[in-house]
C-alpha cells in the first residue's frame, strides 16, 4: 500500500523543518563550541560533564514517557495534555530539591568544591525543562516542527552570546553554566509565545493511568539506557580525571552535534507518523524504509568524513590542548554511524505500540555497554577502551533492531542492506579520498577547507554516477520547493 500524496508531504515536510531547526541551532553551537574551546580548559568541560551525569538522569524523569506517550496515543484530550503537565512540573520540583542537598555530597565523593555550587545553579535546568515538556509534545503531535525551529533559534542564539562574553571576560566553567541555562530558559519562553497553548496544573486520575500505561514503559527504556550509558562518565571522571572525562565527552560531541540533527528530527518526526499508521503494516515499512535510506545518505558521508579530518581539525581548530581527544572522535564517528537506522527501526517499534520490545532491546544493549565498561575501566584501565566498549555495543544494537523490523514489520535483512549499503560504500571512498590529502604539502586551514571541498564533491558526484534514490530524491525535493517559490499567486 502506497502513501497517500498529503501524507507524504506532511510527514517528510515535517522532517526537513526538524532538520532545519536542528541544524541551524547546531551549527551556531558548533561555532560557538569551538570558540569557548579555544578559551576554556579541559578541566572546565571535565567539571560539566560529571555535573550533566546527574542533571540528565532528572531531566529523563522529567521528559521522557509523558511527552512519548501523548504523541503516540491515536487521540490525546486537553485532560491527558494537563495531566501531563503537572506530574512533569511537581516531579520536577522533587528532583531539584533533591540535587541541591545531594550536591555537597557529589563534590566530596569526586574531591572537587566548585561541583557544589555548579549542580545547585544548573539544576534549576530540570525545572525550566518541565514547563515546555508536554507543549513540546503538543507540537509534535500536530506536526508543527515549523515552531520549533524559531523557538530553537532564539535560544541557541542568545545563549552562545552569553557563553562567549562570559568566557572571555575569564568566568571558566561558569561561562558553560550560563550558556546551557540561558538556552533553556529562553528556549521555553520562545516556544510559549510561538505556540497558542496554555497548559493548567490538574490531575485526574484516568488521564494519568492511560499515560503511564504507554509512558511508564517508554520511561523505564530511557532510565535504563540513560544511568547505564552515564555509568562509563560517572567512574571515569572518578579514577581518571576531569580532562580524561573531557576528551571522552568532547570526543563525542562534535560528531554529535551533527548526527542529533538528524537523530532527533527522526524520532520527532517520525514517531507521530509511524503511530497514525500503526495498524497498516505496509505503509509502516514504506515510511520505515524512506528514513533509513535518507537518514543514512545524510549522516554516513558527514561521520567518515570527520573521521578522515578528526586530527587536522583538532590541531587546526581546537588547538593541540585538545590533541588527546583524536581518537575519542574518530572511535564516536563510528558509533554514530549508523544511528539512523537503529533510530528510525525504534521509532517504528514504538509506534506499534511495542514499548516493551525496545525497552528489552535497550536493556540488553546496555548490559553488554556496562560489562565492557567495567573491565576497560578496572582491569583494562584505559579511558579508550571504555569508547571501544560503547562501539561494541553498538554493533549489538544494530544486530537486534534489525530482528525485531524484520518479525513486527516485514522489513528484512535483504531489504535493510540494499538501503544502507550504497550510502556507506560511497561514504567510504570519499573518507579514503579526504584522508589520502594528508600526505600532500597542505597544512593547516588550507588543508582542512581543501579536505572538506573535496569530500563533499567526491560524494556528490558518486551519488550522481549510481543514481543514488535518496540523492534523487532530496534533488527532486529540492526542485519542487523551488518551482514553488517561483509560481507567481493568483
Known sequence: MKL?????????????????????AQLVSAIVGIILARLL????????SIVFIF???CDILVTSGFGTALVQKQEASEKDFNTAFT???????ALYILLFFAAPLIARYYEREILDPVIKVLGVRVVITSVNNIQHAKIRREMA?????FATLIGTVISCLVGVVMAYSGFGVWALVAQ???????DTIALFVADDWRPRICYHKDSAARIFSFGGRVLATDMTYTILGSISSFFVGKYFGASELAYYNEGGKYPSLIISNI????QEVMLPAYSRVQDEKEKLKEILKKSVKLGIYVVAPLMLGLLAIADVFVDTVLTEKWEEMVPFI??????????????????????????????RIILLINVVKFALTMLAIFVLKNVLWVAIGVLVSTWVSIVCFSAKVKVLIGYRFGEQLVDVLPSLLLSALMGIAVYSLQYTELRGVVLLLIQILTGAAVYVSLSVLFKLEPYIYLKNLLKEKLLKKNIPAD
Open 87 to 93: 506530574m512533569s512540573l511537581f516531579m520536577s520540583v
Open 330 to 359: 574518530r572511535i564516536w564517528c563510528l558509533i554514530f554511524l549508523t544511528r539512523p537506522f537503529e533510530s528510525s527501526c525504534h521509532q517504528a517499534i514504538l509506534g506499534r505500540g511495542r514499548s516493551d520490545v525496545t525497552f
Open 180 to 186: 546551557y541555562l540561558t538556552n533553556s530558559t529562553i
Open 41 to 48: 580548559m579541559p578541566e572546565d568541560y571535565g567539571v560539566i
Open 145 to 149: 516542527f515549523r515552531k520549533f525551529f
Open 4 to 24: 497517500k500524496r498529503n501524507e507524504k508531504t506532511g510527514i517528510f515536510g515535517g522532517l526537513i523543518w526538524s532538520f532545519g531547526e536542528r541544524i541551524t
Open 55 to 57: 542533571i540528565t538522569i
Open 263 to 266: 537523530d532527533s528530527s527522526i
